[in-house]
């Protein structure tokens, strides 16, 4: 099996790859850290960061949430939590993220969650390409909601989802952002 560079090229994908330049410079002139929870972006996001080289001077870690047991066990949430929970929203992204943050003592923390597709639900926050995304620092929680509208394609909804979440750090880290 030879090695060739067609692998590297291939990732992180091409979408990502201006967005993820500009946040991880910023990072690193700021020497800032960033750490990640995720659920539906599947780990997109922190091994996004972690295939820039000099990630051990910005990246703090990251969870993949994708699971409401994983949530139990790893976000601070309860059986309570679990019971109402009606779906990904900019509640539960902005708990993801202070919790992640509190525990792994990072400058931001990125969280997202949203329905990938290809199937889903009625309400618009369980629609295919529907994420919630939340910022977290010393200056507050910065959210965002928003659609794709690339309706049931998983891996399209997964990148685009990666890209809308590396976008809000960049507004938060300009000072762009609105609480």
Partial sequence: MSTSSSSSAAFPPAELREILHEVT??????KETVSIAETAAGGLI?????????????????LTLYTLPSRIA????????????????????????KHVRKDLESTYTVAESGTAGPTGGTTPN????????AVDCEKGTFTKELNTELGGDRVGNMVRFAVEALKLLKEVLQDDAKL
């Avoid at 410079?25 to 700021?30: A, H, I, N, Q, V």
């Fill in 74 to 97: 790893y976000a601070g949430w309860s059986q309570e939590t679990i019971a109402n929970y009606k779906g990904p929203t900019t509640d539960i992204v902005s708990g993801l993220a």
């Fill in 126 to 133: 369980r629609k295919p390409g529907y994420v919630a995304l």
């Fill in 25 to 30: 410079t910023l990072l690193k002139e700021r």
């Fill in 46 to 62: 922190s091994s996004s960061i972690l295939s820039t080289p000099g990630a051990s001077g910005i990246y703090k870690g990251g």
